[in-house]
């Protein structure tokens, strides 16, 4: 079954850092992948996705992410954080079979300090 | 604008009860699932259903059941609620397996 694994609960930056939140899947032989963000007291929503083709993806707001095949990873980074990306990311993958499936990980919770 | 609606934001239940969480989505979804959000533990699928009357097992289905009679509604139900099911549920839609879900707000359901 798949499972995916995100490496930190929480990560802690200053304002205007870098910041990379790492996420690791079980292998498969297609999976799709994604990214969401749930902001305090509001529900999730989609920041990216990888489907195919370019394994880099990027988000309106300044994040990318970067599926590796031969590392079975998905992280997620961003080259300058702001107060407003205080958040919990969540990383979750889709496999091609003929129910999906879409299982998430357990979540890192990003705090952006001034 | 897409929308999945939850039928309650917050419900107090007793240990016991018969508990009827209901989703509704206006996308005309072929998949919907219900997932339970806990701290540290992220969203770990309940069940998931892929047509009307058509459901699978998720990772954690004990002590719950579901069902959907018509496309656009997903019901998860606690046949005798516990406490250890206090938790944020969320119910998601979505096409296939290429496409994003989208979720409804929440239900947090406290079992006393």
């Not at chain 1, 999976?31 to 902001?39: A, G, N, P, R």
């Not at chain 2, 969480?21 to 919907?32: A, F, K, P, S, T």
Request: hydrophobic share 35%; glycine share 8%; net charge neutral.
């Amino acid at each position: 079954a798949q499972s995916v694994t995100q490496l930190d609960s929480q990560v802690p930056v200053f304002e205007e850092a870098p910041v990379e939140l790492r996420c690791n899947y079980s292998s498969s032989v297609s999976v799709y992948l994604f990214w969401y963000v749930q902001y305090p007291n509001q529900g999730l929503q989609l920041l990216l996705k990888y489907l195919s083709g370019s394994t880099l993806v990027e988000s309106i707001n300044g994040f990318e992410a970067e599926f590796n095949k031969s590392q079975t990873s998905f992280h997620l980074r961003k080259p300058s954080v702001h107060i407003s990306d205080t958040a919990e990311y969540f990383c979750a993958v889709s496999d091609g079979g003929g129910y999906n499936k879409l299982i998430f990980g357990a979540g890192t919770r990003l705090a952006v300090h001034p | 604008d897409v929308k999945v609606t939850q039928s309650s934001r917050y419900l107090v239940k007793r240990t016991g009860e018969k508990v009827f969480l209901e989703c509704v989505q206006d996308m005309d979804h072929e998949n919907m699932f219900w997932y339970r959000q806990d701290p540290g533990l992220g969203l770990r699928l309940i069940y998931f259903s892929y047509d009307v009357k058509m459901k699978e097992k998720g990772d954690i289905p004990e002590g719950y059941s579901v069902s959907r009679e018509k496309k656009e509604r997903f019901s998860l139900i606690l046949e005798s609620a516990s406490t250890n099911q206090t938790s944020m549920y969320l119910c998601a839609s979505r096409t296939g397996g290429r496409t994003e879900a989208f979720f409804g707000q929440g239900t947090r359901l406290t079992v006393v």
